[in-house]
């Protein structure tokens, strides 16, 4: 009698130690890559947007001081007041609205108003610039903040309003050209003008953990002065025009 014994099966191909250890080995690497590429560009996009919120508030400043002393109006007249960098104590306490503020501008009469139909006055502002303590303690140096009054002919109190600009300078001067050299100060009462050309020093202080150290290089801007009164012309004798 013949027995049927029960067929064999056919063996299964299986991936051996040797290959499993070194599949693990290249998917290690493969993570290990993908990984450092993801956090390298993680730190790129966070350096970036860094970059971008200390540039934004900086060139925002610029524009706005550009803007001011270029449109600045010679002295006389109702509206318009004389161009010191001392001025008296009435004219700077109107627009000083912070105690510990230092006053770093002169008053400045700016035709750089805007007109529109929240705001009833003329294009004529009062203008002065301030740095003052920063509410943020951690943020070095200090705040510049621009002072600005519209209504030049008030009937009571004089209101004015502040105007943030940018955080962490240390130090922000003025220099004037009469048109030969420049000069730390201007009284128009004596030169009985404006300076040909306004010159505006600023500069940024340094975090002790900045990265971006090239964003605390000084900056130096000069702003001509279109703007100039016209002495008074002398009458020819005969009674002529």
Do not use: C
């Not at 993908?34 to 200390?54: E, G, H, I, Y």
């Not at 009469?109 to 003329?122: K, L, N, R, V």
Request: glycine share 4%; charged share 15%.
């Amino acid at each position: 009698m013949r027995i049927a014994w029960p067929p064999i099966p056919n063996r299964t191909k299986a991936f051996t130690l040797m290959e499993i250890l070194l599949a693990l080995a290249v998917s290690a690497i493969v993570l290990s890559v993908v990984t450092t590429v993801f956090f390298s560009a993680l730190q790129l996009r966070n350096r970036t947007a860094q970059t971008f919120d200390q540039i934004l508030p900086l060139q925002h400043a610029i524009a706005v001081l550009k803007r001011d002393l270029a449109a600045t109006l010679p002295p006389g007249g109702t509206l318009v007041g004389e161009f010191q960098t001392t001025p008296s104590a009435d004219a700077s306490s109107a627009l000083n609205l912070f105690a510990n503020g230092q006053q770093v501008s002169p008053l400045i009469y700016t035709a750089s108003g805007m007109i529109d139909e929240s705001t009833p006055f003329a294009d004529v502002q009062k203008v002065a610039y301030y740095l003052i303590e920063p509410t943020n303690s951690i943020t070095p140096g200090r705040d510049l903040v621009r002072i600005v009054s519209r209504n030049l002919l008030p009937t009571t109190t004089e209101v004015a309003t502040s105007q943030w600009l940018m955080g962490g300078i240390e130090q922000m001067n003025f220099q004037y050209f009469d048109g030969t050299s420049w000069t730390a100060t201007w009284d128009s009462t004596t030169s009985s003008n404006l300076p040909s050309a306004i010159k505006i020093q600023i500069a940024l202080a340094t975090e002790a953990n900045q990265e971006n150290s090239y964003i605390q290089s000084p900056i130096e801007m000069v702003v001509p002065v279109v703007a100039q009164a016209r002495t008074a012309r002398a009458q020819p004798s005969g009674g002529g025009p």
